[in-house]
T-cell receptor
Framework: DAGVIQSPRHEVTEMGQEVTLRCKPISGHDYLFWYRQTMMRGLELLIYFNNNVPIDDSGMPEDRFSAKMPNASFSTLKIQPSEPRDSAVYFC?????????????FGPGTRLTVT | GDSVTQMEGPVTLSEEACLTINCTYTATGYPSLFWYVQYPGEGLQLLLKATKADDKGSNKGFEATYRKETTSFHLEKGSVQVSDSAVYFCALRLGTYKYIFGTGTRLKVLA
């Protein structure tokens, strides 16, 4: 299995631009998570999906952030407009529902820099 | 609210030294507890877990025991290697799929 795939691995953009981060979960996993990692705040859960449906988006910082999962093999996290404080590493993770302890499998992350 | 507190790093050790990374938690209810490891340039990977009080999780020479009375889940290893250099995250999970992660502790092992 290829694991969770994220693209791009690095993104540099200017303030005000739209940014789209992409994720392909592990095939057969029912849950998908988006996290943000910064030095100041550590690892924060932004949103998670079950069977393509958003379940908890309470961690999404503001309306500039949106996430979609149009099918079981693809999800996007969009920031519009981007701001320098959005600079962080964004992780996608997926999880199979049949695992009793709900291990999460993380992708390699996208390092976003907003100048 | 629910939270995880880890010792601040970085922790620098010589090869074959003993390792302890402290982790304490605050939670309503009975969480499952985890240690994840992040190697440079990679995502987090599950290292070990414990789902109830007094459980001991172990993997790759690392161990952690779920201590309900002290609300702790300290990570230990008797002899670290250079390849153990990474960032270690303590985490809890309450009921659903929602994890709460600690801020991470960076470990650097010198040859």
């Amino acid at each position: 299995d290829a694991g969770v795939i994220q693209s791009p691995r690095h993104e540099v953009t200017e303030m005000g631009q739209e940014v789209t981060l992409r994720c392909k979960p592990i095939s057969g996993h029912d849950y998908l998570f988006w996290y943000r990692q910064t030095m100041m705040r550590g690892l924060e859960l932004l949103i998670y999906f079950n069977n393509n449906v958003p379940i908890d988006d309470s961690g999404m910082p503001e309306d500039r952030f949106s996430a979609k999962m149009p099918n079981a093999s693809f999800s996007t996290l969009k920031i519009q407009p981007s701001e320098p404080r959005d600079s962080a590493v964004y992780f996608c993770a997926s999880s199979p529902s049949e695992t009793s302890y709900y291990e999460q499998y993380f992708g390699p992350g996208t390092r976003l820099t907003v100048t | 609210g629910d939270s995880v507190t880890q010792m601040e790093g970085p922790v620098t050790l010589s090869e074959e030294a003993c390792l302890t990374i402290n982790c304490t938690y605050t939670a309503t209810g009975y969480p499952s507890l985890f240690w994840y490891v992040q190697y440079p340039g990679e995502g987090l990977q599950l290292l070990l877990k414990a789902t109830k009080a007094d459980d001991k999780g172990s993997n790759k020479g690392f161990e952690a025991t779920y201590r309900k009375e002290t609300t702790s889940f300290h990570l230990e290893k008797g002899s670290v290697q250079v390849s153990d250099s990474a960032v270690y995250f303590c985490a809890l999970r309450l009921g659903t799929y929602k994890y709460i992660f600690g801020t991470g502790t960076r470990l650097k092992v010198l040859a």
